[in-house]
Structure formats: structure tokens, C-alpha cells
């Protein structure tokens, strides 16, 4: 905490959320098959397009990154980001978070993935004044008034089976309006890919015969 408090709040996103004309469904975390992968921040819509930043994925030994600097995005400040990933295990941590236009601050946002199972932890977070959870349950959702956007959501904890049966945990994830983007803060994805079942024939069609004369 005292390396974080001497680390100088960096305006990741500098000005506010504004609404505008939409814009592509914000893609899915980062799925390389069975690997664990985090990042830190990302975002799509008014916001702007940016791609999940700082990310990591491991297949193999462990992989980590930090970032202290970040100025592609509009309407954040956060003062640290740190990822880790092996293949069964996921971590993002986001310290000193703040969304002015939502007034959603955080000490520290964190989603952790281990083995298929995962969860988010909230330090000191608050919107428009009021705590949340430290721990929230999966799929938490809380309505947030944005200046200039209107009212919108905050999903806490969001937790999403990918096809392939692993597991996306993404601590905050602020949505716009109308499906026009959204916010990703703190994302970890880990577990094992199910084994693809070869795909079955089809089961044959039984074939009418007509009992009749066969002319030449």
C-alpha cells in the first residue's frame, strides 16, 4: 500500500463519458485456448477503441506485467496496473481506480481466477458516495447515473462461462447505454478447455419404397 500511495495518480482517462453514435459490442476477454490471461483495463464505444491493456496469457511458465502510464483512454485515472497469469491461474489488480462522471472510486479493484473458479475484491470502492461490497457476488449489478450519458450499469464480479467451458471473471464492468460500449476494469480468465467432441453422423433417414411396376 505505501509503494501505491507514492506512485502519482496517472489520468488514464482524462476527459468525461460522452454519449455518441454506436459503436461495435465490446468483444470478449481474451481466450487463448488452454492458457490463463488478464489485463487490466479496456474498453470500446465513445470511450474509444482500446484493446485490453496492460494483458498477459500463459500456456506455460508465469507471465506478469505492470503499467504506470496510460493516456489512450478518456475517463479513468488509476495509479497502478499489475497482471499476472499461469495456465490454471489469473490475476489483475487496478490500484487508486477513479471514473469522475460516474463517481466510482476505488483503492484497489482486483479479479483472481484459480482452476475454473474466480471471484472480485473491492478496497474502499464507492459510487455517487455509497460503499460497495468487498466482496461482491457474482453478476452484482448497480445502477449508476454517468454526467453527460444518463443512467446506466455497473456490473461487479461479472463472472462468464466461455463456450469452451473456462472462466471469465472481470471485477467492474461500467456499460453504456444502448449496448454502446463499455469499461472492463480488472479481468482474469483461467481454466482448462473441454476436450471438443468429434462430431456425430447424422443418424440415417429411413427411405420410403413405393410397391410399384417398374415401366421401360
Known amino acids: 500500500m505505501h509503494a501505491f500511495k507514492r506512485l502519482t495518480t496517472t489520468a488514464l482517462l482524462a476527459g468525461g463519458l460522452t454519449a455518441a453514435a454506436a459503436a461495435p459490442a465490446l468483444a470478449a476477454p481474451p481466450d487463448p485456448s488452454g492458457s490463463g490471461s488478464a489485463f487490466g483495463l479496456a474498453a470500446t464505444g465513445p470511450l474509444g477503441a ?94 449508476v447515473d454517468v454526467e453527460g450519458v444518463g443512467r446506466t450499469s455497473l456490473v461487479l464480479n461479472k463472472q462468464q462461462r466461455l463456450p469452451n467451458g473456462r472462466l471469465a471473471v472481470t471485477a467492474m464492468q461500467l456499460n453504456l447505454p444502448g449496448g454502446k460500449g463499455a469499461l472492463r476494469v480488472a479481468s482474469a480468465t483461467c481454466g482448462r478447455a473441454a476436450a471438443q467432441r468429434p462430431a456425430e453422423a447424422p443418424a440415417p433417414k429411413p427411405v420410403k419404397h413405393h410397391d410399384l411396376p417398374v415401366t421401360g
Open 50 to 143: 482500446v484493446p485490453p491493456v496492460p494483458a498477459v496469457s500463459s500456456d506455460g511458465g508465469a507471465a506478469h506485467k505492470s503499467l504506470l502510464n496510460e493516456n489512450r483512454l478518456k475517463a479513468v485515472r488509476a495509479s497502478a496496473l499489475n497482471v499476472d497469469a499461469t495456465p490454471a491461474n489469473a490475476r489483475s489488480n487496478v490500484a487508486g481506480l477513479a471514473v469522475p462522471t460516474a463517481k466510482l472510486m476505488a483503492n484497489a479493484v482486483t479479479a483472481t481466477c484459480h482452476d475454473g473458479q474466480g471471484g472480485a475484491h473491492l478496497t474502499q470502492a464507492t459510487v455517487a458516495g455509497k460503499r460497495l461490497d468487498a466482496t461482491p457476488p457474482p453478476n452484482t449489478t448497480v445502477p
